[in-house]
């Protein structure tokens, strides 16, 4: 590892692709004015139906800068940014009935349907998903505001409420970030949890146990791979390259998830020990700012083994990648950055 440096081929190579992968910093304002006319649009609706729109924050990647502009669809790449907008309603309407939170979701539907009558939507179990033509995608996720301006209630498609709050996880990842940028060196956070979504997108699309088509099986959900990020930030950092820091992520996230240890937070909930964690769940992964949100809480040992896998085989080919490189012989570097990334990364890393 002493001999990587910001000149390394491997380093080069996987800066590239980072930034091929990102959405294009030239379209930001473009999409937040698309953004901008989504809630008008959809606001608007809801209020004609009575409904008081408490507040339309910025949410997920976009608000941390973590996002894809492309996705990993078997071996080939898919165009599209998605974009979580949440649109936070008062508990009672204008007229001073009681919202029902179980009918959140089918009214936001009908709301997305009527304001974009000719774009594509589908319905997820906590979101509308809205599609336009420019490979933007919109989640539309309602949510019930509560008296802490800075705590929502999240309706899932079961009638499942979930207590969460959308500026404590943007704080969550965007603090992480800003720590990383004191650290000498290209290599950020956010940077580190884009490239993992993408090495996600690819071993999933490679998986007999996860799928992102087959709706009898899981997919490993962006949430899981960051939270899974956050806690290789904080245990090792980021180093001055990609190849080390990646290296030693996966590393550590290999022994983690093959132990079964589980991944939790103290930035918002100051007293969790893993003492208080329920012992009959196989792995916990804990929602950073609602503990009792076990993310991965319907596991099974089949899964858990897959992504111990996933990360070990990685951290291997990873370490032959940046032998090789070491060796000056890039063409097989190459290679092993290839089995980790797909056949993308070939394409697209020079």
């Given at each position: 590892?002493?001999?990587?440096?910001t000149k390394s081929k491997i380093h080069v190579r996987m800066r590239n692709f980072v930034d091929w992968i990102a959405p294009d910093p030239d379209k930001r304002d473009a999409?937040?004015?698309?953004?901008k006319g989504v809630k008008e649009k959809v606001s608007a609706k809801a209020e004609e139906d009575r409904l008081i729109i408490k507040s339309?924050?910025?949410?997920?990647?976009f608000a941390k800068k973590t996002g894809l502009r492309r996705y990993k669809r078997g071996d080939a790449e898919q165009?599209?940014?998605?974009?979580?907008?949440?649109?936070?309603v008062e508990p009672t309407d204008s007229e001073g009935n009681k919202v029902e939170g179980s009918k959140l979701l089918d009214k936001f539907d009908n709301y997305v349907g009527s304001a974009y009558p000719d774009s594509e939507k589908e319905r997820t179990k906590r979101s509308i998903k809205l599609k336009f033509s420019s490979a933007i995608y919109f989640d539309i996720v309602p949510m019930l505001a509560t008296k802490n301006d800075e705590e929502q209630v999240i309706i899932q498609s079961n009638g499942d409420e979930v207590t969460s709050s959308v500026q404590k996880h943007n704080s969550f990842t965007r603090d992480r970030t800003d720590d990383s940028n004191q650290v000498k060196g290209r290599v950020k956070f956010n940077e580190c949890v884009r490239i993992l979504k993408w090495w996600n997108s690819h071993h999933t699309s490679q998986s007999?146990?996860?799928?992102?088509?087959?709706?009898?099986?899981?997919?490993?959900p962006s949430f899981v791979i960051n939270l899974l990020a956050a806690k290789a930030y904080d245990e090792i950092d980021v180093c001055e390259t990609y190849p080390e820091t990646l290296f030693k992520w996966f590393g550590k996230l290999a022994s983690l998830v093959r132990n079964s240890r589980p991944?939790?937070?103290?930035?918002?909930?100051?007293?969790?020990?893993e003492k208080d964690l329920d012992d009959t769940i196989l792995w916990s992964v804990i929602d950073p700012v609602t503990s009792d949100n076990v993310v991965t809480r319907k596991w099974d040992g089949a899964e858990i083994d897959e992504l111990a896998q996933w990360l070990e085989e990685s951290r291997d080919a990873m370490a032959r990648a940046i032998r090789y490189d070491g060796d000056g012989e890039d063409a097989k570097s190459l290679e092993w950055l290839v089995k980790i990334f797909g056949n993308s990364f070939k394409n697209h890393c020079d």
């Amino acid at each position: 590892m002493s001999n990587l440096n910001t000149k390394s081929k491997i380093h080069v190579r996987m800066r590239n692709f980072v930034d091929w992968i990102a959405p294009d910093p030239d379209k930001r304002d473009a999409v937040e004015q698309h953004r901008k006319g989504v809630k008008e649009k959809v606001s608007a609706k809801a209020e004609e139906d009575r409904l008081i729109i408490k507040s339309m924050p910025k949410a997920g990647s976009f608000a941390k800068k973590t996002g894809l502009r492309r996705y990993k669809r078997g071996d080939a790449e898919q165009e599209g940014q998605d974009i979580d907008q949440p649109f936070v309603v008062e508990p009672t309407d204008s007229e001073g009935n009681k919202v029902e939170g179980s009918k959140l979701l089918d009214k936001f539907d009908n709301y997305v349907g009527s304001a974009y009558p000719d774009s594509e939507k589908e319905r997820t179990k906590r979101s509308i998903k809205l599609k336009f033509s420019s490979a933007i995608y919109f989640d539309i996720v309602p949510m019930l505001a509560t008296k802490n301006d800075e705590e929502q209630v999240i309706i899932q498609s079961n009638g499942d409420e979930v207590t969460s709050s959308v500026q404590k996880h943007n704080s969550f990842t965007r603090d992480r970030t800003d720590d990383s940028n004191q650290v000498k060196g290209r290599v950020k956070f956010n940077e580190c949890v884009r490239i993992l979504k993408w090495w996600n997108s690819h071993h999933t699309s490679q998986s007999a146990v996860f799928s992102l088509t087959d709706n009898t099986k899981k997919e490993v959900p962006s949430f899981v791979i960051n939270l899974l990020a956050a806690k290789a930030y904080d245990e090792i950092d980021v180093c001055e390259t990609y190849p080390e820091t990646l290296f030693k992520w996966f590393g550590k996230l290999a022994s983690l998830v093959r132990n079964s240890r589980p991944i939790f937070f103290n930035d918002y909930t100051k007293n969790l020990k893993e003492k208080d964690l329920d012992d009959t769940i196989l792995w916990s992964v804990i929602d950073p700012v609602t503990s009792d949100n076990v993310v991965t809480r319907k596991w099974d040992g089949a899964e858990i083994d897959e992504l111990a896998q996933w990360l070990e085989e990685s951290r291997d080919a990873m370490a032959r990648a940046i032998r090789y490189d070491g060796d000056g012989e890039d063409a097989k570097s190459l290679e092993w950055l290839v089995k980790i990334f797909g056949n993308s990364f070939k394409n697209h890393c020079d």
